[in-house]
């Protein structure tokens, strides 16, 4: 198989405050991750790549400061969104690629709401 | 970031018809991957295509590869409720670190 989790589902949270969002690939090693954003009805936006063990690539237009990204292992990347806004309320979904390969197996998401 | 143009934008169908939808692109890419998404949920790999031409079956689902290598379609034979979803269409160029470039979405939705 090819699992990815994602921690937490949904989280609701103050503006000004932080959030952190889990990616686990549970049966595989991934060498990337990737993390999007969808907003509702629309189609996958690409935030950001990362490689474990180095500093994620960030899509052009993606504040690194405010969206920090953290692959601390094979089976781990973390995004930190960093004092939060409501217009940073979000699907907030990542994918991982496994070692030798391009399909990318997507995480079921994590809702972000920012009050 | 560039698109996919993926159409028909939306569908409606009853049970057991097929269905055909398709995206297209003005680059050229080299491996081209259909996913569904279900509502607060993140898509889930359905097919994935490698070579020009290449025509793939998974169950009820067949996609290619078209040769020109920016066009592929997805059909799916005698839906059933179940299939109701968005679909992607999803696509990589070689040499960019497998990012996935994203079709605008097909939504289905099956009546009995």
């Known amino acids: 198989g090819a699992v990815v989790s994602q921690h937490p589902s949904w989280v609701i949270c103050k503006s000004g405050t932080s959030v952190k969002i889990e990616c686990r690939s549970l049966?595989?090693?991934?060498?990337?991750m990737f993390w999007y954003r969808q907003f509702p009805k629309q189609s996958l936006m690409l935030m950001a790549t990362?490689?474990?063990?180095?500093?994620?690539?960030?899509e052009q237009g993606v504040e690194k400061d405010k969206f920090l990204i953290n692959h601390a292992s094979l089976t781990l990347s973390t995004l930190t969104v960093t004092s939060a806004h409501p217009e940073d309320s979000s699907f907030y979904i990542c994918?991982?690629?496994?070692?030798?390969?391009?399909?990318?197996?997507f995480g079921p998401g994590t809702r972000l709401t920012v009050t | 970031g560039q698109q996919l143009n993926q159409s028909p934008q939306s569908m409606f169908i009853q049970e057991g018809e097929d269905v055909s939808m398709n995206c297209t692109s003005s680059?050229?890419?080299?491996?081209w991957l259909w996913y569904k998404q279900d509502p607060g949920e993140g898509p889930v790999l359905l097919i994935a295509?490698?070579?020009?031409?290449e025509l793939t079956s998974n169950g009820r689902l067949t996609a290619q590869f078209g040769i020109t290598r920016k066009d592929s379609f997805l059909n799916i034979s005698a839906s059933i409720p179940s299939d109701v979803g968005i679909y992607f269409c999803?696509?990589?160029?070689?040499?960019?670190?497998?990012?996935?470039?994203f079709g605008t979405g097909t939504r289905l939705q099956v009546t009995l």
């Open positions: 994918s991982a690629s496994r070692l030798a390969g391009n399909e990318q197996y």
């Open positions: 049966d595989f090693q991934a060498t990337t």
């Open positions: 990362s490689n474990e063990g180095s500093k994620a690539t960030y």
């Open positions: 680059s050229i890419f080299n491996t």
């Open positions: 295509l490698y070579k020009a031409g």
């Open positions: 999803a696509a990589i160029l070689t040499g960019t670190a497998s990012k996935l470039t």
